[in-house]
């Protein structure tokens, strides 16, 4: 956006030298100089950025070991059932086998999308070289053994006490339908929460803000929804405040909820719930920027744009102002940061349980407008990129100490066995030019590229934890 502004400078210049009485051979000399200055800084300014991101990636050892771009070769088993050879080379292309695969119960590739509880991760036993590794999709356990249930979750970084809090959906209940055409779901048990100094070991808190188990008019009543629950802190009124996706058994109540508790581990106070500005809310989540100003963004239109707007200041409730985004896109599961004054978001497309390509976006200003910067997935194989490795996006942590470098938070729903949804967390990082070149830019990149890498296994750097 530097580059834009520079441009805009230049034009009023190009115009002064414009003066009929001039000579026209002074006139166009002017400006073709006028030109070449421009362009010769556009192109130095390019380099300048280029080499300071050059400079940035060299020293940045998160990204250096992290950014070495990791294949994954799945061998797709043939399908049961026809199995003649020619048959199998009329298949479909071989994408939706693959997602047919993961959502299968069944299939022979079960363990590979959802290994068992024998590589779980388990920081309390001596791991020795595992230490602080993260292997997305396997079972994490927390310091007493049990899989982390932290859904659809995010992470409150408390200044105060440097600790870090996830919170997410307490989901290790039966799943079921509720009725034929519903979704897949599971009761509402509770938010949960985790604390953490090193992201990698959990303590369970218990759940801060518990079901309603016999009030039926409740929204917690324990056959509603609840849905990605995030918590920020009000530095004016000392509270913590979550906000989350509540709604009935059939998804038509789209509201959100707000909940309040002066201390990160609750017990959190239910408040109540509201259609965000008198529109239908799903997805969700909560942004707090820079300057304490929070928003809301959430699905809409029934999930065909997003909409943002920013809360008030004790954070208890929206504004009247509001804007729509990205409308008409159909995306959900939104992930806001920010970086270098640019907002960023990671959405998913909307398919249900069913894993689908991320998208990462870009502003200038929160309200917008937001561009589509494209796919952020890098590494694994195709079907890895084209399903967010078979993940959804649910938060962004911000790496302090390691500008540009974030932790990337996804669900691998089992849709199948909701509780046994897995965590998918990845290296991202924001440097180098954006894959999409946009309008108006002239050839050059406006906005940084965002990759989310794949790896098997990697943990942050141990200069990071030296930093907690
Ligand atoms: C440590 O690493 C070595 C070599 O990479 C491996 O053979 C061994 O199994 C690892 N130990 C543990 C406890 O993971
Ligand atoms: C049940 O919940 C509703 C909605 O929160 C509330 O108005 C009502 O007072 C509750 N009833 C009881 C008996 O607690
Ligand atoms: C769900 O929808 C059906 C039909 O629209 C309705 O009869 C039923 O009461 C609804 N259930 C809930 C829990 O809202």
Partial sequence: ?????????????????????????????????????????????????????????????????????????????PPRGRRSPRAAKRRPKRTTTLIDEFLD????????????MKTAIDPMKDARNDTFYYYP????????????????????????????????????GPTYHAHKKGAARVDIIGVGCYSSNDLWTWKNEGLVLPAEETNETHDLHKSNVLERPKVIYNEKTGKYVMWMHIDDTNYTKASVGIAISDYPTG?????????????????????????????????SEDNSELHIGPLTEDYLDVTPIMRRILVGQHREAPALFKYRGTYYMI??????????????????????????????????????????????????????????????????????????????????????????????????????????YWHKKWRLPSRWRALQ
């Fill in 347 to 452: 959405t998913s497309g909307c398919t249900g349980w069913a894993p689908n390509e991320a998208l990462a976006h870009a502003a200038e200003s929160i309200m917008g407008p937001w561009e589509t910067l494209g796919n952020p997935c890098i590494g694994g194989n195709k079907m890895f990129r084209l399903t967010t490795f078979f993940a959804q996006s649910t938060y962004v942590i911000p790496l302090p100490g390691f500008p540009g470098s974030f932790i990337f938070m996804a669900d691998r729903w089992n849709p199948a066995d909701l509780r046994d949804s897995r965590y998918i967390w990845l290296p991202m990082i924001v440097g180098g030019p954006a894959d999409r070149p946009l309008e108006f830019n002239f050839g050059f990149p406006l906005w940084s590229r965002v990759s989310i």
């Fill in 137 to 172: 999709g396997r079972i994490w356990l927390d310091t007493e053994g049990n899989p982390i249930q932290a859904h659809g979750g995010g992470i409150l970084h408390d200044e105060r006490s440097g600790t870090y809090y996830w919170y997410g959906e307490y989901k290790d």
């Fill in 1 to 77: 956006m530097r580059v834009r502004n520079q441009y805009r400078k230049s034009t009023p210049l190009c115009c002064n030298a414009g003066s009929r009485r001039s000579g026209s051979v002074v006139v166009w000399s002017l400006v073709g100089f006028l030109l070449m200055l421009h362009l010769y800084s556009l192109v130095s300014h390019n380099d300048e950025v280029a080499g300071e991101i050059r400079l940035h990636m060299r020293h940045h050892p998160l990204v250096r070991e992290l950014e070495q771009v990791e294949e994954e070769n799945i061998q797709i088993p």
């Fill in 267 to 299: 017990p959190f106070d239910y408040l109540h719930s509201t259609r965000p500005h008198g529109f239908e809310g799903r997805d969700m989540t909560i942004f707090k920027d820079d300057d304490g100003v929070a928003y809301l963004i959430y699905s």
């Fill in 105 to 116: 119960e069944n299939s022979q590739l079960r363990h590979v999308f959802f290994p068992g």
